[in-house]
């Protein structure tokens, strides 16, 4: 064998474990889900409508659902110094519906109050993907500690049960 060949060769393997190290796989316009996060759930939009301290939130979320032995049950909206101002139950997983958004309030807040929304698991607890802002400004991709208001978890109302 040549020197040459022998050059072309490891080349050619070089190329090769370079190609698969970074993922060539991946196709231009696909794309993960924005949970990269394990077993939590994470926010990935919120909406509003209604009038001052009389919102309605519509909140996507995304999470690793896999029945009513995990799935999201809860999203929420707290202060910023973790107080609870609103959560929205969910009575049952979407394992099927992946993100998902769904609608709560009356949430008496004012237009410029800075709030953090964020979603719930029965088995892991708190994601820390969340999102922050107000009404007036809009609201934002935001992460919170893992520990931020974490004594919310046990915090009325709570979920009774899970359909499916």
């Not at 919120?46 to 896999?66: H, L």
């Not at 953090?116 to 991709?141: C, D, E, L």
Request: hydrophobic share 35%; glycine share 10%.
């Amino acid at each position: 064998m040549t020197t040459t060949s022998i050059f072309n060769n490891n080349f050619a393997l070089l190329l090769f474990s370079i190609l698969i190290s970074c993922g060539s796989s991946s196709e231009a316009g696909t794309s993960q889900p924005p949970n990269q996060t394990g077993e939590k759930a994470a926010v990935v939009s919120v909406t509003t409508s209604g009038n001052e301290n009389a919102y309605r939130f519509s909140v996507g979320i995304q999470s690793p659902d896999k029945g009513c032995n995990q799935y999201a049950n809860w999203w929420e909206v707290v202060t910023e110094d973790g107080h609870l101002i609103f959560r929205r139950i969910l009575g049952h997983s979407h394992v099927n519906e992946q993100p998902f958004v769904r609608s709560g309030g009356t949430i008496d807040i004012a237009k410029d109050e800075v709030v953090i929304i964020r979603a719930h698991m029965n088995t892991s607890g708190y994601g820390v993907k969340t999102f922050k802002g107000s009404v007036a400004n809009g609201f934002a991709p935001f992460t919170t500690g893992s520990d931020f208001a974490s004594e919310l978890a046990s915090q009325q109302p709570l979920p009774s049960s899970c359909a499916f």
